[in-house]
């Protein structure tokens, strides 16, 4: 388990499938954000997919620190901050990439999701701050 938790009363914001926005930082320094999918692991990580043709892919493998931002959809002053350090896997058999697809209801081959240089990004808790 990470010595940092997401509290309990936002929980309920990493639990529920939808979109987080992801910053990193880029080569000029600036930071870059996307909004993408992401799991909540049984340890408490939020990891997601990226293929390593993406600039969010290339910011992390030469910086890897980036951090998670949620805004509840009913109430957009309540949101999550996750910063931190990132590990970065390979995902050979492309398990980790179906498991997402399929969190959202789909397959990688359906939302057209490119299958080549697949990676699992899992951010390591450095700080998280919470709002509403």
Do not use: C
Not at 81 to 101: H, K
């Amino acid at each position: 388990m990470p010595d940092l938790l997401i509290p309990a009363d936002h929980l309920d914001l990493v639990q529920r499938p939808g979109v987080v926005t992801l910053t990193t930082i880029g080569p000029s320094g600036y930071p870059q954000s996307s909004a993408i999918w992401f799991t909540l692991g049984e340890d408490g990580l939020v990891r997601t997919s990226l293929t390593k043709v993406r600039q969010k892919y290339r910011n992390l493998a030469a910086r890897p620190v980036a951090s998670y931002f949620w805004i509840d959809p009913a109430n957009p002053y309540r949101t999550l901050e996750v910063r931190g350090d990132v590990r970065i896997e390979e995902d050979t058999d492309l398990s980790y990439i179906r498991a997402l697809a399929a969190r959202y209801g789909t397959t990688p081959e359906a939302a057209g999701i490119p299958l080549d240089d697949r990676v699992i990004v899992t951010l390591l808790p450095t700080r998280i701050r919470t709002n509403g």
